[in-house]
């Protein structure tokens, strides 16, 4: 339901549409703008287990290697006024179509937060979310 749309995911502080860009098969919910194109530092593709960290040093125990990534910006206003983020902007890998971070505005138009995910490959090939680092600056 759009109520759990906004319910924080096993007790963390990512959202579901933070993760999945806030569409389901039945409604599209947001309406949506290319900004244009840049490139971002991310965790490299790998196709190795997800490495073990410890969450509270998340953000400081990052490896030493990353990688850049060519992404499309993609501006997400969702139709609800009442919604609890004004609008999304995806960083949206333009090789493997997936979020490489996600900024969350607040209703007042204000950066609230920054989500990245970080992506394995399957042994189809498929990219597969791991780990999630989120930071919340307000």
């Known amino acids: 339901t759009g109520a759990q749309r ?3 995911l096993f007790g963390s502080t990512i959202i579901t549409d933070e993760v999945v860009g806030g569409n389901d098969r039945e409604t599209l919910v947001q309406t949506f703008r290319l900004l244009g194109e840049t490139s971002v530092w991310v965790r490299p593709l790998t196709t190795k287990v997800a490495p073990k960290v410890n969450p509270e040093h998340a ?7 990353v990688e850049k990534r060519d992404v499309w910006v993609v501006e997400a206003t ?6 609890l983020f004004s609008k999304m ?4 890998d333009k090789q493997l179509y997936v979020m490489q ?4 505005y607040d209703r007042k ?3 609230w937060k920054r989500h990245w995910p970080c992506w394995r490959v ?5 990219p597969v979310n791991y ?3 989120d930071l919340d600056l307000q």
């Open 6 to 8: 906004e319910d924080p």
């Open 59 to 65: 953000l400081t125990d990052l490896p030493e290697e």
């Open 78 to 83: 969702h139709k609800n006024p009442k919604y």
């Open 89 to 92: 902007v995806y960083y949206v």
């Open 101 to 104: 971070m996600t900024e969350s």
């Open 109 to 111: 138009g204000q950066l």
């Open 122 to 126: 399957n042994e189809q090939g498929i």
């Open 131 to 133: 780990l999630s680092f």
